[in-house]
Nanobody, 119 residues
Framework: QVQLVESGGGLVQAGGSLRLSCAASGRTLSSYHMGWFRQAPGKEREFVAAISRSAGSTNDADSEKVRFTISRDNAKNTVYLQMNSLKPEDTAVYYC????????????WGQGTQVTVSS
């Protein structure tokens, strides 16, 4: 079983950038398809981006496609989410998740990291 810990969140002004990290322990991250999700107050959790085991493909939600970039460094057992041109509506808790069977089986989750974008 893999354990996930997110970091890199914080308070940023609109238009700024943040890079979130998701560090894995317990199992090698290369065994998992990885995703980032977010949940804003009063809203359901939503998908942000995903990346395959070999980083050969990515799948970004359309609304974030031009602003958010997911990447992974299997040697460091870490997945990243680079977020640019942040907007107040990006304020949320961001979670990374691991799936052993592809994009539909996210069974391991981190505790989340808060991102707050001020206007």
């Amino acid at each position: 079983q893999v354990q996930l810990v997110e970091s890199g969140g914080g308070l940023v002004q609109a238009g700024g950038s943040l890079r979130l990290s998701c560090a894995a322990s317990g199992r090698t991250l290369s065994s998992y398809h990885m995703g980032w999700f977010r949940q804003a107050p009063g809203k359901e959790r939503e998908f942000v981006a995903a990346i395959s085991r070999s980083a050969g493909s990515t799948n970004d939600a359309d609304s974030e496609k031009v602003r958010f970039t997911i990447s992974r460094d299997n040697a460091k057992n870490t997945v990243y989410l680079q977020m640019n041109s942040l907007k107040p509506e990006d304020t949320a808790v961001y979670y990374c998740a691991a799936s052993p069977l592809g994009a539909t089986d996210y069974r391991y989750w981190g505790q989340g990291t808060q991102v707050t974008v001020s206007s």
